[in-house]
């Protein structure tokens, strides 16, 4: 059964860091891609960044450009989320994802999810 399992959320000051983890089982990871997404109340999910299988190839959205990195770790088959530089309006829960099909930040490009880890950034 494939499993994702996201953490390293928790509550941080504005221009603070954090670094999620999401850690995969059950599945071949290097086969899939893994994107992050997010969620704040009221709001609709949406992409914040994907890493490709393989070749590590990697897109963020326009608002994270430059703040957060994504990377992977095919021998953990974990991917991790450096969030730098932290904004209030970064607060959202957290979700990671799994797809063999493209690497385009859309909920629906994605099969499985995690359940997700808060993020808050309080000003």
């Known amino acids: 059964e494939l499993q994702l399992v996201e953490s390293g959320g928790g509550l941080v000051q504005a221009g603070g860091s954090l670094r999620l983890s999401c850690a995969a089982s059950?599945?071949?990871?290097?086969?899939?891609?893994i994107g992050w997404f997010r969620q704040a109340p009221g709001k609709e999910r949406e992409g914040v960044s994907v890493i490709s299988n393989y070749a590590g190839i990697t897109y963020y959205a326009d608002f994270v450009q430059g703040r957060f990195t994504i990377s992977r770790d095919n021998a953990k088959n974990t991917v991790y989320l450096q969030m730098n530089s932290l904004k209030p309006e970064d607060t959202a829960v957290y979700y990671c994802?799994?797809?063999?099909?493209?690497?385009?930040?859309?909920?629906?490009?994605?099969?499985?999810w995690g359940q997700g880890t808060q993020v808050t950034v309080s000003s």
């Open positions: 994802a799994a797809s063999t099909r493209g690497l385009e930040l859309r909920t629906d490009e994605f099969d499985d």
């Open positions: 059950g599945f071949t990871f290097d086969d899939y891609n």
